[in-house]
């Protein structure tokens, strides 16, 4: 507790998970409706990869069969899928100010050391980005939004997943 009155924060509790997952069910049933799309997040990423490489290197960014069909049109960025992830990220800081939560912390770091926690922290990050890539979605895209529409790659990938969350777990157990 707090001894310091004028400190101290008054910390809102997180929603029941039951409420929680009707209202993400909610939200993606209206994000259907409104754009016609599910829910995704790594469709931005490599938006900005298309964008930053068609600035950097133009001729090559164009060339390229992946990136290039991004570009063909313009600009890649003013996309739904750029715009939902802008708002998602917005939504998660108002609600966190809102609920008294938000704070920068960095998890795992006193058991570890900070810097070996970082380097796990990107490690992992960049493998869940390029594993999204290979499943051609992220645990939103494919996961959420393919399981909605009842797609079978959803739910093999979903399995998968979880197995490759629970063996790395037991290999990098406490980074």
Do not use: E
């Not at 938006?47 to 890649?76: E, F, K, S, V």
């Amino acid at each position: 507790m707090d001894r310091h009155p004028a400190t101290a924060r008054h910390i809102k509790p997180f929603w029941h998970p039951l409420v929680a997952g009707i209202a993400l069910g909610l939200v993606l049933l209206l994000t259907f409706v409104l754009t016609g799309h599910g829910l995704g997040a790594t469709g931005a990423t490599t938006r900005m990869t298309a964008y930053l490489g068609w600035q950097a290197l133009p001729a090559a960014t164009h060339a390229n069969g992946y990136l290039g069909p991004m570009i063909a049109q313009g600009n890649p960025l003013p996309s739904w899928i750029s715009w939902q992830v802008l708002g998602v990220a917005c939504g998660a800081l108002l609600a966190a100010a809102l609920a008294g939560r938000f704070r920068l912390q960095l998890d795992g770091a006193a058991s570890v050391g900070r810097g070996r926690r970082l380097l796990a922290a990107l490690a992992g990050g960049i493998c869940a980005g390029f594993g999204a890539r290979v499943a051609a979605g992220c645990t939103s895209g494919l996961g959420l939004s393919g399981a909605a529409t009842l797609a079978l790659s959803a739910f093999v990938f979903l399995a998968a997943f979880f197995l490759a969350g629970i063996v790395a777990h037991r290999l990098v157990k406490g980074v």
